[in-house]
């Protein structure tokens, strides 16, 4: 007996102990216009303990012995904060911290950052914020992410105007595309330098070339998620923007005297259309360019006590081209919702919700073709939730609500229409681990997603995997890979060379009953899900403070795929019931890999900045028959960013991209002919050739298009008037292909005549801030 109490006696007293503890939460934010200060780092001087914000400058550090501490908070571009606390048992201490702008680079930021490396696996995936993304020169002069997302690693866009952006293997359908956490289903407009996003309202994005965690579902290949910040909560401002490409304006501020509601506003719109033939009449016979887009996006946002904010917000975005007066593409997509954050006062959780809506409908028009339309609408409604642990461990779950209706209409290669017309809901949970060892050498981070697609009665299990292994302070290991499927489906074809129309529809169900698998096996087909398997490896390490070294490995198997079937020449009903189905099906399965690698050096310093990206990878589709090369597929790809700032006050700026790919596949013309139009037995074979040729194509994409290269710089000046504090100007100076390189975007089979990616494209940006 007396053992028994002295063992509970102990155990009791242990509790205690451990129990001497309390938390440090809070949320950062800028002193200028009270926006959350994403990756600050938090340290609490004298102990282990440390933390950096989220992307809404949450943080919390649990089980801090109780005690007096000084808080230090650090990031860059601005002043270091400290602040004295007393943390008390079982206390949770709430700060809410403003810090001022001010170039503040100290050793502690340095140290912060290798610990931040060190409990973060960061596998296949960039995290970039608003600077990041200025670094990248583009045609027009004006920043957009789109320009940064082209040379993210294993990342393929396919031209200038109307190209599309594939990641490792993955097709535009298989990429998620996040705002706020709500689906943008069409990111990039029809001239490949401009997305729908503001640049000056993104916060910061996290783009997933593979293997991401169970937070995310429904897509099979990448997923950029991008975050906008609120609008200044202290003071009236804005910015206006012009070039020969585009025209901008944003405006924001508080809305109350509290200041606790502000707005934001932004507009875009293309002027293409309208300068190009007088600035530059060599392109395209001096018809200029027929791009038109238009961008708008609103937002309101509530700041509560504390951390807690509720927003809502608006959107519409807009695109029409007209390509060599024979198609007209035009596009429309708006949308809306809500978001908020919560934080309980006696509770160490975090919770975040949403509920949003979009639509996007796009058309083309072709000559002497029918027309072909997609639309689709989409809801949903998510909770997530966060509870940080000791040790940098964390435990993040939630579950969300989608409902969707598509309606489609196309026509395949020999003019059947494929049509649909559905509504579907799908429902998703996730819980995600990750667990960081004391001696912080182990970080692993499981995690599983439950996905129910109810249009094809099926609920899937999808296992997520993520780690890393520090070897040394400065080389650490990771890992990444994972099960993931889709319910969306592309209205295009992997075969295709050039298409401009791209649409959604759910899961198909006009398939074949079987799939043969490339050793000759027949696979029954239960429904049309799109599946893929992904491993991703790789290593980091820091050379020196100022220079690293990433390199990683991946593999991704795409189980099932559906695509649009060519082949289709039959319709599937009960007069052709004895006809194989990969011929008289709307869509087929096929199977697929893409594997490859890449290596990216950074080189970081207060002047000068160098990104260096080198990617091999190669992509093959299975179709039952026979194995093929996607139009996308790249063997090489290179890309070289640097910056470097000089003059008083740092305030001239030069930025260059050079991007060298090796060429895309297509499918080569073998011959010409006359194909006989005989109806009958009786019919003049001599007298029924047609009156126009036919071509006789390659049965796959065996031919390879040109090595694609090309050279992009700008020049900035920062004029800041001593006069007004909150104005700033900008001059932009920039050249798009400096030395003209002519890379082809498509020959006409017909006349041989080649049609060129833009040439070289000189621009003059002004941008004004205040």
Known sequence: MRLIITAALILFTSNLLLAQTGTVRG???????????????????????????????????????????????????????????????????????????????????????????????????????????????????????AGYFQTVPGVISTGDQGGQVYVRGGTPIQNKVLLDGMTIYNPFHSIGFYSVFETEL???????????????????????????????????????????????????????????????????????????????????????????FYDFYGKVTIHGDQANKFSVFGFSFNDQVTYQAVSNLKWNSFGGGSNFIFVPNNSELFMKGRFNFSTYDILLQEENLPDRSSGILGSELAFDFTYHLPGKSKLDYGFGFNYFQTDFKTFNEVNRAIEQNNSSIEAGAYVTY???????????????????????????????????????????????????????TSTTSDKDVVNLFSGFITAPQNLPGTFVTPDGTE??????????????????????????????????????????????????????????????????????????GDVVFTFTTKKFYLWAVY?????????????????FDRRHNVNLISTYTFGKNESWEITARWNLGTGFPFK????????????????????????????????????????????????????????YKNIKYELIAGVTNIYSRQNIFYVNRVTNEKVYQLPIMPSLAFTMKF
Request: glycine share 8%; no cysteine; charged share 25%.
């Open 523 to 596: 696979k029954p087909i239960n429904n049309g899900l799109q599946k893929a398997w992904h491993i991703i490896g790789g290593f980091e390490v820091d050379l020196t403070k100022r220079l690293s070294l990433n390199v990683e490995g991946y593999y991704k198997w795409f189980s099932q795929m559906t695509n649009v079937n060519n082949n289709k020449i039959f319709e599937d009903n009960a007069i052709n019931y004895d006809v194989a189905d990969v011929y008289k099906k709307d869509f087929i399965v096929e199977s697929g890999t893409a594997y490859g």
């Open 615 to 631: 990617a091999i990878g190669k992509v093959t589709r299975w179709d039952g028959f026979q194995y093929y090369s996607p139009v």
């Open 27 to 145: 949320i950062v934010k800028n002193s200028e216009d009270g926006n959350a200060i994403p990756f600050a780092k938090v340290l609490i001087l004298g102990t282990d303990k440390f933390d950096a914000t989220d992307i809404d400058g949450l943080f919390s550090i649990p089980e801090v012995p109780v005690g007096k501490y000084t808080v230090r908070i650090t990031s860059a571009a601005f002043t270091e904060y400290t602040q004295e606390i007393q943390v008390t048992q079982n206390g949770i201490i709430d700060l809410k911290v403003e810090m001022i702008a001010g170039k503040s680079l100290t050793q502690v930021d340095v140290v912060f950052d290798d610990k931040d490396k060190v409990t973060d696996p960061r596998t296949s995936v960039v995290k970039i914020t608003n600077t990041d993304i200025k670094r990248v020169p583009v045609t027009g002069g004006t920043a957009d992410i």
């Open 434 to 488: 990750r667990h960081v060892t004391e001696n912080r050498r182990l970080i692993i981070e499981p995690g599983i997603r439950f996905q129910g697609y109810a249009s094809v009665g099926q609920i899937t299990a999808e296992p997520r995997l993520s780690g890393k292994y520090n070897i040394t302070e400065v080389i650490r290991m990771k890992l990444a890979g994972g099960y993931f499927t889709q319910n969306f």
């Open 668 to 723: 080569q013309t073998n011959g010409v002919y006359e194909k006989p139009t005989i109806s009958d037995i009786d019919a003049d074979y001599w007298t029924g050739n047609a009156n126009s040729l036919t071509f006789l194509y390659d049965d796959q994409n065996n031919g390879r298009l040109p090595t694609y290269h090309r050279l992009d710089m700008n020049i900035k000046k920062t004029i800041k008037p001593e006069k």
């Open 202 to 292: 993104i916060r910061s994005a996290d783009i997933y070339t593979g293997g991401f965690n169970a937070k995310y579902g429904g897509r099979i290949s990448s997923v950029m998620d991008i975050s906008y910040r609120d609008g200044n909560t202290k003071r009236f401002g804005g910015g206006i923007s012009l070039s020969p490409f585009t025209s901008q304006i944003l405006l924001e501020g508080p809305l109350t005297k509290k200041q606790n509601v502000s707005f934001v506003f932004t507009g875009k719109a293309s002027v293409l259309e309208q300068t190009s033939k007088t600035l530059y009449p060599y392109i395209n016979d001096g018809e200029g360019l027929p791009f038109n």
